[in-house]
C-alpha cells in the first residue's frame, strides 16, 4: 500500500499579517519552531510505517514555486513534486491536480493543508492508521478534531456513535457561543479539519459524478500541463476556466447522491489551522505570564500577549490580551480578543494600493533574496543575497543605473559585452539600457549592497532576455 501526502499550500494568510503577506503567506514562515510550516507538514508522515510514504506532492501557485522547492530541499526531500496553479480556484480543484497526477499508480492521499499545526505525531499516525484500510477499499476518510472548547471559528461535523471510525452524518457551518456550547456538551460533534484520506480513483469518480464542469476544466488543464524538472505547470486558460469550489461544497457535502461512502477519524493530536493570532496565541508555548514572545521583547506587568520582533526592541508595560507584531515596515498592535478584524485592515491596505498588504521589504526569489533597506527621491539602497550558484536574469533597465558592492562572497558580473569577477570590498557600475546579469559561483552567499538611482525605480522596470528559471 502507498501512502501518497499532498500538500495544499495556496492560501494568503491575511489574518496573520503583517508576518504573513500574500507574496510570503505563513505557510511558508517558521511562525510555529525553526521549520517553516511547509516543511512542519511535509515531515509530518515521517516515522509511519502502517504504509511506503511516498514524497510529498504540493500543490501551489507560481509565486511560491521555488521557495517551496528550496524549503522541500533543505529537509532533503529534492524528489518532491510541485503542481502549479496558474489561478486561484480552491481546494476542489487543487485535489483533482494531485488525482490526476497519481492517477496511474492510484495510491491512497493523504490530504493536508500546508498552513496547520499538529503537536502530536504519534496521535496523527495512529489515526491515519485508523482510516487507511477504510480509504484504500474506496471510502473518503476525514478526520475531526475532538473539541477542545465552544469554538465558533470552525465548521463542525455531526458523527455517529463512539468509535474509532464513525458514520458523517452532517457538515455544520460555524455556529454562534450558545450553538456551539451545545455542540461540544452533546459529544456527537467534532471540529472540520480540512483533513482528508482517499485514493486518487476515489476523488476522480466522486467529481465527475458531481461536478462534471469542475472536471472536465481541470482534466483538460492538465493534459496540457508543461513540466519544468519538479515542476508541473498547468495550463492557464482552461485551469481557468474550472468553477471555483472547496473540496466540502463541491463534494463532502453530496455524497449522499453517490455510492461512495465516507467515515470520520476522530482526532486529538494538538491541531490548529493558526488562522488568526488568537489561535496562534493558543498554540504556542508561553511563559509564566501566559506571554508569547519572539525575537528582541522586554515585558513588564504584561500578561497573556503576543509579542513578535523581527528588526527592533519592543517593550510592553501594564498591558493584558495585546498583540504587537513588529516587522521592518509595518508594525501591528491590537486586542487579542478583536483577532478577526485584522482581515479588514488588510482589505484596506489593498484599496489603497499599500505594497504593505501584499509583500514584506525583503523579497525572496528563486536565487536569493533582496532586503530594499533605505529609499528616497530618485534612489534606492537594497542588500541583495546570492544563493551558491544562483544566477540572475540577464536584464536590462530603461529608467534606472546600479553600483554594485560586493560585502561577502564572489561575484560574477555579465555586464555588456564583459565579463569579471568581483571580490569583498570591489564594485562596478551598470548604466541604464545596458545588459547585464550577477551570478555567484561561489560555495558560499554573495551579499551585496545595491544602489539604484534614477528616474523610475519599480520592480517593473526590467526587461528579462534570459532566463535560468523560466520567468518571463
Known amino acids: 500500500m502507498k501512502l501518497q501526502p499532498v500538500i495544499l499550500s495556496g492560501g494568503s494568510g491575511t489574518r496573520l499579517w503583517p508576518q504573513s503577506r500574500e507574496h510570503h503567506p505563513k505557510q511558508l514562515l517558521p511562525l510555529m519552531g525553526e521549520e517553516t510550516m511547509l516543511q512542519a507538514t511535509a515531515r509530518r508522515v515521517e516515522g509511519f510505517t502502517a504504509a511506503q510514504s511516498l514524497p510529498p506532492l504540493v500543490v501551489s501557485n507560481n509565486e511560491y514555486r521555488f521557495i517551496i522547492a528550496e524549503q522541500l530541499r533543505q529537509l532533503g526531500q529534492d524528489h518532491a513534486h510541485v503542481l502549479i496553479e496558474p489561478v486561484g480556484r480552491n481546494t476542489a480543484p487543487a485535489l483533482t491536480l494531485a488525482a490526476l497526477h497519481t492517477a496511474e499508480e492510484d495510491p491512497v492521499l493523504l490530504v493536508m493543508p500546508a498552513d496547520h499545526v499538529i503537536g502530536d505525531l504519534d496521535a496523527f499516525h495512529r489515526a491515519i492508521e485508523a482510516g487507511l484500510s477504510s480509504a484504500e477499499q474506496g471510502l473518503i476518510v476525514t478526520f475531526g478534531i475532538v473539541p477542545a472548547g465552544p469554538e465558533t471559528g470552525?465548521?463542525?461535523l455531526r458523527v455517529g456513535k463512539d468509535?474509532?471510525?464513525r458514520d458523517l452524518e452532517e457538515f455544520v457551518e460555524k455556529p454562534d457561543a450558545v450553538t456551539a456550547q451545545s455542540y461540544v456538551d452533546s459529544g456527537n460533534y467534532l471540529w472540520n479539519s480540512g483533513l482528508f484520506m482517499l485514493r486518487a480513483s476515489t476523488w476522480l469518480k466522486a467529481l465527475r459524478q458531481l461536478q462534471p464542469a469542475m472536471y472536465s476544466a481541470v482534466e483538460q488543464a492538465f493534459a496540457a500541463a508543461d513540466v519544468q524538472g519538479p515542476f508541473t505547470v498547468v495550463q492557464a486558460e482552461a485551469f481557468a476556466a474550472s468553477p471555483s469550489d472547496s473540496?466540502?461544497?463541491?463534494?463532502?457535502?453530496?455524497?449522499?447522491e453517490t455510492d461512495i461512502k465516507t467515515k470520520v477519524v476522530p482526532l486529538s493530536c494538538g491541531?490548529?489551522?493558526?488562522?488568526?493570532?488568537?489561535?496562534?496565541?493558543?498554540a504556542s508555548p508561553k511563559d509564566a505570564r501566559g506571554n508569547v514572545t519572539r525575537g528582541d521583547v522586554v515585558l513588564e506587568s504584561a500578561s497573556d500577549c503576543v509579542v513578535l520582533s523581527t528588526d527592533r526592541l519592543?517593550?510592553?508595560v501594564g498591558v493584558d490580551n495585546v498583540v504587537v507584531v513588529e516587522t521592518p515596515d509595518a508594525v501591528l498592535v491590537m486586542d487579542k480578543r478583536q483577532a478577526q478584524l485584522v482581515k479588514p485592515i488588510v482589505d484596506r491596505?489593498?484599496?489603497?494600493?499599500?505594497?504593505?498588504?501584499?509583500?514584506?521589504?525583503?523579497?525572496?526569489?528563486?536565487w536569493g533574496m533582496y532586503d530594499s533597506i533605505?529609499?528616497?527621491?530618485?534612489?534606492?539602497?537594497?542588500?541583495?543575497?546570492?544563493?551558491p550558484g544562483g544566477t540572475l536574469s540577464l536584464q536590462m533597465h530603461h529608467h534606472r543605473a546600479e553600483h554594485w558592492v560586493v560585502v561577502r562572497g564572489t561575484a560574477e558580473v555579465e555586464r555588456g559585452e564583459d565579463t569579471?569577477?568581483?571580490?569583498?570590498?570591489?564594485?562596478t557600475y551598470i548604466p541604464h539600457g545596458v545588459r547585464h546579469r550577477l551570478r555567484n559561483p561561489g560555495k558560499i552567499p554573495l551579499e551585496m549592497i545595491e544602489i539604484q538611482s534614477g528616474s523610475y525605480l519599480g520592480e517593473d522596470d526590467i526587461v528579462r532576455f534570459s532566463d535560468t528559471y523560466g520567468r518571463n
Not at 466540502?248 to 457535502?253: F, K, L, N, Q, S
Not at 533605505?374 to 544563493?387: A, H, L, N, P, T
Open 154 to 156: 470552525y465548521g463542525y
Open 163 to 165: 468509535g474509532a471510525l
Open 247 to 256: 473540496i466540502d461544497y463541491a463534494v463532502m457535502e453530496k455524497l449522499a
Open 271 to 282: 491541531w490548529s489551522d493558526v488562522g488568526a493570532w488568537d489561535a496562534f496565541w493558543e
Open 314 to 316: 519592543v517593550a510592553c
Open 349 to 366: 491596505l489593498k484599496k489603497a494600493e499599500r505594497p504593505e498588504a501584499r509583500a514584506h521589504r525583503r523579497v525572496y526569489r528563486p
Open 374 to 387: 533605505d529609499m528616497g527621491e530618485r534612489f534606492q539602497v537594497k542588500r541583495i543575497v546570492v544563493e
Open 420 to 427: 569579471f569577477l568581483l571580490t569583498e570590498n570591489q564594485s
